[in-house]
């Protein structure tokens, strides 16, 4: 079992920075892959960032490459998501995601259905 708790999210100017906290609780966190997806107003959600089990791997999408930036403490239990010059367009909620499939994998996944375990979110809202 893993619970996940979000940290960070707040109200900021386009442009600005954000860095998004996900602690875990559970011995599992250590070995799995962790993500974070968004869900904006009307909007299906979608993956935003992956890292595998040790950080030695990351997966981004598209639109956020060069600005954010996954990373992972496990010493902590603790992931993060960096987020750089900040649109308007990333205005969501943001939620992070445990993958426990596979124990110190190198794999990476976008699809939230492989995700078992996930947070309850956090709030970013960017102004122009």
């Known amino acids: 079992q893993v619970q996940l708790t979000e940290s960070g999210g707040g109200l900021v100017q386009a442009g600005d920075s954000l860095r998004l906290s996900c602690t875990a609780s559970?011995?599992?966190?250590?070995?799995?892959?962790m993500g974070w997806f968004r869900r904006a107003p009307g909007k299906e959600r979608e993956f935003v960032a992956a890292?595998?089990?040790?950080?030695?791997?990351?997966d981004y999408e598209d639109s956020v490459k060069g600005r954010f930036t996954i990373s992972r403490d496990n010493a902590k239990n603790t992931v993060y998501l960096q987020m750089n010059s900040l649109k308007p367009d990333d205005t969501a909620v943001y939620y992070c995601?445990?993958?426990?499939?596979?124990?110190?994998?190198?794999?990476?996944?976008?699809?939230?259905?492989?995700?078992?375990?996930w947070g309850q979110g956090t709030q970013v809202t960017v102004s122009s």
């Open positions: 995601a445990a993958d426990v499939r596979y124990y110190r994998s190198i794999r990476l996944t976008t699809r939230p259905p492989d995700y078992e375990y």
């Open positions: 559970g011995r599992t966190f250590s070995s799995a892959a």
């Open positions: 890292i595998n089990w040790n950080g030695g791997r990351t």
